[in-house]
């Protein structure tokens, strides 16, 4: 958190898009850290991915 809030987010989270939902799967600490500090948007890299993808990752 220390660092984000000295030099920013420099590495975006991960996000699932399945079926127009979205689902956080990598960044979760990062997330959290932006929030604390107030963030009211966070960078991230959208990967669109069937279901099956999804089962994968919450396996």
Do not use: N, T
Request: glycine fraction near 8%.
């Amino acid at each position: 958190m220390a660092s984000i809030a000295e030099i920013g987010l420099q590495e975006p989270i991960d996000v699932l898009e399945v079926e127009g939902e979205f689902y956080g799967f990598s960044g979760c600490r990062r997330y959290k850290a932006c929030l604390r500090l107030g963030h009211d948007s966070i960078r991230c890299r959208v990967r669109r991915a069937p279901r099956s993808v999804l089962k994968l990752h919450l396996a």
